[in-house]
Nanobody, 122 residues
Framework: VQLQASGGGLAQAGGSLRLSCAASGRPSSSFAMGWFRQAPGKERELVAAINWTGGRTNYADSVKGRFTISRDNAKNTVYLQMNSLKPENTAVYYC????????????????WGQGTLVTVSS
């Protein structure tokens, strides 16, 4: 499966951005999907994950209440709505797919998109 992330850019602190991840090659409904991020000098970390039906989600504590992951399996697309952005949210954001109902850990994800840069200014 191929993943194409988009929607990154520059936002001011307190602003919003919406990331999209389009999947092709296999139906995205066959996969749990996740958004990860990697800031300079830091490990790649899970931001949010969603199960293959969209009925279950999981978030990093630092983004709970501000970010929302969702999916539209008819469009083979996963979204990450990011509100109340903070400068520390600046990172390259990656979408990823795991061939299982739900996945919480980076090593469970087999397929990765190319990343989209999010920069939040103070």
């Amino acid at each position: 499966v191929q993943l194409q992330a988009s929607g990154g850019g520059l936002a001011q602190a307190g602003g919003s951005l919406r990331l999209s991840c389009a999947a092709s090659g296999r139906p995205s409904s066959s996969f749990a999907m996740g958004w990860f991020r990697q800031a300079p000098g830091k490990e790649r970390e899970l931001v949010a994950a969603i199960n293959w039906t969209g009925g279950r989600t999981n978030y990093a504590d630092s983004v709970k209440g501000r970010f929302t992951i969702s999916r539209d399996n008819a469009k083979n697309t996963v979204y990450l709505q990011m509100n109340s952005l903070k400068p520390e949210n600046t990172a390259v954001y990656y979408c990823a797919a795991a061939p299982r109902p739900m996945a919480f850990h980076k090593n469970e994800y087999d397929y990765w998109g190319q990343g989209t840069l999010v920069t939040v200014s103070s």
